[in-house]
């Protein structure tokens, strides 16, 4: 039964290294001037990570679907460093909205580093 139990913790295990590998890069990567889009980000992973490139100096195209949400997070990630902030309502899993806001984002900054995706 404790073979059991480990296998009830192998997701969270897996989880918790998937958070720590993202942080690690996030952490060693110089992301200053860098374009980066985030979705997701009304909460959890996606405005955690606006908030670590932000940071970072990364100039940043946010992406949620709660336009009050998204002027918070904008407003957020202005103050913790970040040069530029595109916030775009947009739903990520509708492929004319993704269309949209990574042309909206070339638009703007004529290129992308990074797409994080945090549905």
């Given at each position: 039964?404790?073979?059991?139990?480990?296998?009830?913790?192998?997701?969270?295990?897996?989880?918790?290294?998937?958070?720590?590998?993202?942080?690690?890069?996030?952490?060693?990567?110089?992301?200053?001037?860098?374009?980066?889009?985030?979705?997701?980000?009304s909460?959890?992973?996606?405005?955690?990570?606006s908030?670590?490139?932000?940071?970072?100096?990364?100039?940043?195209?946010?992406?949620?679907?709660?336009?009050?949400?998204?002027?918070?997070?904008?407003?957020?990630?202005?103050?913790?460093?970040?040069?530029?902030?595109v916030?775009?309502?947009?739903?990520?899993?509708?492929?004319?909205?993704c269309?949209?806001?990574?042309d909206?984002?070339?638009?703007?900054?004529?290129?992308?580093?990074?797409l994080?995706?945090?549905?």
């Open positions: 039964h404790l073979c059991l139990s480990c296998l009830c913790l192998l997701p969270i295990f897996f989880i918790f290294k998937f958070l720590y590998t993202i942080y690690l890069h996030l952490r060693n990567e110089n992301m200053e001037g860098k374009v980066v889009i985030v979705t997701g980000v909460s959890g992973i996606g405005e955690q990570l908030y670590e490139y932000a940071k970072k100096g990364a100039r940043l195209v946010i992406v949620t679907r709660r336009e009050e949400r998204l002027q918070q997070v904008a407003k957020t990630a202005r103050g913790l460093g970040s040069p530029d902030v916030p775009i309502c947009a739903d990520a899993s509708n492929v004319n909205d269309k949209r806001f990574v909206e984002t070339i638009n703007h900054f004529g290129r992308c580093k990074s994080s995706i945090a549905i």
